[in-house]
């Protein structure tokens, strides 16, 4: 089947602007999460979901940052007022609802640029 | 909540030498440990996984890691390193069961000299 796809894959936008990304997880996957990797550094936890729920929202930079999901389905990260320092590689990943834990599937990632 | 610290953000060997990357984890329950690889202008991928079975864990590409608790590390190894095993390496950790949460080391770059 499809694996995790994002889109847009580059997103050029100007400061101030608000920004849209979107996550599409492997179908049936309960668990989606969002990260962040700025240009030569690692992985930055934002936020993940349990089905539609989001039980740990502490990754989120500011309050221009939040994400939704719905239908325990497509996700939605939305970025107010756009800063330079949001430039980065956006990452979704999905992962099925086991009790044992489960590897993460990554998507290809969504490139901002803010000038 | 559970962590990982990778120590050394840039490791450098030889064509042929051992690579050792190191991770060390905490968690207030038995974890389950992920080494993912990222490539040059690729998306991660996973390397393999602890999910408290056998401790010594073998993965793609020749790499192993080992968990060990009273040291708290599941460092990554292989024994003779290739060109082609230079890319980005991130340790992961999980509590698993009803949490379902996931955090990222900062991750080591590797480099594989001629």
């Known amino acids: 089947g499809a694996g995790v796809s994002q889109s847009p894959s580059n997103k050029v936008t100007e400061k101030g602007k608000d920004v849209e990304l979107r996550c599409d997880p492997i179908?049936?996957?309960?668990?989606l999460y969002w990260y962040r990797q700025r240009l030569g550094q690692g992985l930055e936890f934002l936020i993940y979901?349990?089905?539609?729920?989001?039980?740990?929202k502490s990754g989120l930079p500011s309050d221009r940052f939040s994400a939704e999901r719905t239908g325990e389905s497509v996700s939605t990260l939305t970025i107010q007022r756009t800063q330079q320092e949001d430039s980065a590689v956006y990452l979704c990943?999905?992962?099925?609802?086991?009790?044992?834990?489960?590897?993460?599937?990554f998507g290809p990632g969504t490139r901002l640029t803010v000038l | 909540a559970q962590s990982v610290t990778q120590l050394g953000s840039h490791v450098s060997v030889s064509e042929g030498a051992l690579v050792l990357l190191r991770c060390n984890y905490s968690?207030?329950?038995?974890?389950?440990l992920f080494w993912y690889v990222q490539y040059p202008n690729q998306g991660l991928q996973l390397l393999l996984k602890y999910t408290s079975a056998a401790t010594l864990v073998k993965g793609i590409n020749g790499f192993e890691a080992e968990f060990k608790k009273s040291e708290t590390s599941f460092h990554l190894t292989k024994p003779s390193a290739h060109m082609s095993d230079a890319a980005e390496y991130f340790c992961a950790v999980s509590d698993g069961g009803n949490n379902n949460d996931m955090r990222f080391g900062a991750g080591t770059r590797l480099t594989v000299k001629p």
């Open positions: 990943a999905s992962r099925a609802w086991e009790w044992l834990a489960d590897t993460q599937y």
């Open positions: 968690s207030s329950v038995p974890p389950y």
């Open positions: 179908s049936g996957h309960t668990a």
């Open positions: 979901f349990q089905g539609n729920s989001a039980p740990d």
